[in-house]
T-cell receptor, first 113, second 114 residues
Framework: AQTVTQSQPEMSVQEAETVTLSCTYD???????LFWYKQPPSRQMILVIR??????QNATENRFSVNFQKAAKSFSLKISDSQLGDAAMYFC??????????FGQGTRLTINP | GAVVSQHPSWVICKSGTSVKIECRSL??????MFWYRQFPKQSLMLMAT?????????EQGVEKDKFLINHASLTLSTLTVTSAHPEDSSFYIC??????????FGDGTRLSIL
């Protein structure tokens, strides 16, 4: 079964600095999707960024980018120029075919002003 | 973009009553929807997969008779918590995948059983 591991329960960063959240996963599949979701205190699940496994190029969405290392099964999220609104729980997730999303344990990100 | 609507957002009820939560896909058809439960400061725990026109698939440890799921149309899935008790208090959230792509999540339902 696929598993997703986020080894950092909590992270903090100064406003305007850069922070990287780690995620590793385990799968025997070659074609799949990876996502980062943000869950602010409102508890909405907000899609931050997605990566298709067949694409070698790392996905980027404005201040958010990923470092996708398929062979190492690593999928880290880099947040540049951190803003107070970035404070939230961040979940890494794996999706393959028509199956369910598999979530990591989450990382709570605090932004220090 | 695609939107999933979940209702109600917050419900408080007495122990022993049943509570129904609705999850609607507003601009796309969802043959499959997922129901999650989330405890404070924890990740989302998948409870069941709702399949349009057929029985739901429950994860191990989830009581089928306690959490009734109905997926009667391509845009609506419901979760009914039957004979709810204080230990059923939690945050419930649904999602629907749009073909090959990200899951779209509802805004969640905070259930409080007194």
């Amino acid at each position: 079964a696929q598993t997703v591991t986020q080894s950092q329960p909590e992270m903090s960063v100064q406003e305007a600095e850069t922070v990287t959240l780690s995620c590793t996963y385990d799968t025997s599949e070659s074609d799949y999707y990876l996502f980062w979701y943000k869950q602010p205190p409102s508890r909405q699940m907000i899609l931050v960024i997605r990566q298709e496994a067949y694409k070698q190029q790392n996905a980027t969405e404005n201040r958010f980018s990923v470092n996708f290392q398929k062979a190492a099964k690593s999928f880290s999220l880099k947040i540049s120029d951190s803003q107070l609104g970035d404070a939230a729980m961040y979940f890494c997730a794996y999706f393959q075919g028509a199956q369910k999303l598999v979530f990591g344990q989450g990382t709570r990100l605090t932004i220090n002003p | 973009g695609a939107v999933v609507s979940q209702h109600p957002s917050w419900v408080i009820c007495k122990s022993g009553t049943s509570v129904k939560i609705e999850c609607r896909s507003l601009d796309f058809q969802a043959t499959t929807m997922f129901w999650y439960r989330q405890f404070p400061k924890q990740s989302l725990m998948l409870m069941a997969t709702s399949n349009e026109g057929s029985k739901a698939t429950y994860e191990q440890g989830v009581e089928k008779d306690k959490f009734l799921i109905n997926h009667a149309s391509l845009t609506l899935s419901t979760l009914t918590v039957t004979s709810a008790h204080p230990e059923d208090s939690s945050f419930y959230i649904c999602s629907a995948p749009e073909a090959w792509g990200p899951q779209h999540f509802g805004d969640g339902t905070r259930l409080s059983i007194l």
